[in-house]
Structures are given as C-alpha cells and as structure tokens.
C-alpha cells in the first residue's frame, strides 16, 4: 500500500521563527516525486515545493526547503522566517510515475502567532 | 490566463439524490483530476481525465463518474447520494507532458452536503 504519514497534526510557530513539518511515506516504487501543498482557510490548495526522487539534493523555493531522505522515506518541509501569511494546512503528497494522482497525508495545521 | 473555477461553491442534498459538480480548467490543460476532501482528513483521488478519455481512477464506487469536454470544462457526477459523500470535491488541471513534472492547479472547492 502506498501511504503518506504526517504526525503532527498541530503545528504553532511565532512570526520569523523557524519551523519544520514532518512527513513520511511508504512505497515500493523508485520513481516518484514528493510535494507539499498548503491549503489556507480560503480552500484553495496552492503548491508550495517539490521534489523528484532521483534527485539528491534538496528542493528550495525562497523560505521554503525541505529535507528528503530517501532510505528512510522522510520528506519534512522547514519553513523559515515564518510569517502570518504562512498560516494554512499543510499537505504532504507523493506521485507515482507515470500515474498523475496524488496521495496526500492527512495534514499539518499550521499557526504563525505575532 | 484565468485560473481553475468550481461551482457551485455550496451545495445540500438529500440522500438517494443525484448531483453534478462542475470544473473549468485553466485553459489550454488537457488533464482534469478529481479529489475528495472529508472534514480533517486529505484529499483522495477520485479519477482523471486526460483528453476526455477517464486515465485512472481511485478507490471510489461506480456511482461516482465523470465527463471531460473539448473547452477544458468538466463534470463530477455522484448518483445515490450517501451520508459519506459529504466532504469538499476538489478539481485540479495539468498540461500532461511528462508525468509527474505536471505541476496539478486545485480548484476553490465545492462543499456537498448530504442530509
């Protein structure tokens, strides 16, 4: 069975601090491709990174980045200088190739306090 | 370019009903996914339709089907509505290219309620 993992369903940081979500997954494929998704209280689900699975090096995009481990099927997203705007749902998914359906976790909510 | 539209945004039904959902995708993407959102939980795929033909499908009853039209337009159908079947539906569009590199634009939402 594929599944995504998130534990933390809770997450609060304060304005400019730091914060990473958690994220692990189980599948038996070698080619797949790994996303974070942030779905604020307006609902629409905006990607925030992405990550191929046969790439070693980590994806970042400005205050985004994440930490892909592949042996151990971990794939947490740090979120720097965190700011208001930043407050949302958080969804890890993956990507079997060559299917295009995503599975998604069941979410990290997340607070950024002033 | 405008972006992924849904309507209606709400929507109540009773059971046994049936209901159409409605997707415009961003225009020129040849691929339309349907995901179900339950309260607290994340999305499950539905199916896809890529060039209006249905390329792949999720673990969801038969009752559940769809339609994709040549203007990037379409439709999610549920017959016999349940209880369970209440929960966002959730469309998204992607230029299919090469798979997995498509990057997938969600739509707003439609919330069904089935009382």
């Known amino acids: 069975a594929q599944t995504v993992t998130q534990s933390q369903p809770e997450m609060s940081v304060q304005e400019a601090e730091t914060v990473t979500l958690s994220c692990t997954y189980d599948?038996?494929?070698?080619?797949?491709?790994l996303f974070w998704y942030k779905q604020p209280p307006s609902r629409q689900m905006i990607l925030v990174i992405r990550?191929?699975?046969?790439?070693?090096q980590n994806a970042t995009e400005n205050r985004f980045s994440v930490n892909f481990q592949k042996a151990a099927k971990s794939f947490s997203l740090k979120i720097s200088d965190s700011q208001l705007g930043d407050t949302a749902m958080y969804f890890c998914a993956f990507m079997i190739e060559p299917t295009d359906k995503l599975i998604f976790g069941t979410g990290t909510r997340l607070q950024v306090f002033p | 370019e405008t972006g992924v539209t849904q309507s209606p945004t709400h929507l109540i039904k009773t059971r046994g009903q049936q209901v159409t959902l409605r997707c415009s995708s961003q225009s020129g993407h040849n691929t339309v996914s349907w995901y179900q959102q339950a309260l607290g939980q994340g999305p499950q795929f539905i199916f896809q339709y890529y060039r209006e033909e249905e390329n792949g499908r999720g673990n969801f009853p038969p009752r559940f089907s769809g339609l994709q039209f040549p203007n990037y337009s379409s439709e999610l159908n549920v017959n016999a509505l349940e209880l369970d079947d209440s929960a966002l539906y959730l469309c998204a569009s992607s230029l299919r290219e090469l798979p997995g590199l498509n990057e997938q634009f969600f739509g707003p939402g439609t919330r069904l309620t089935v009382l």
């Open positions: 599948t038996s494929e070698n080619n797949y491709y």
């Open positions: 990550q191929e699975a046969y790439k070693q």
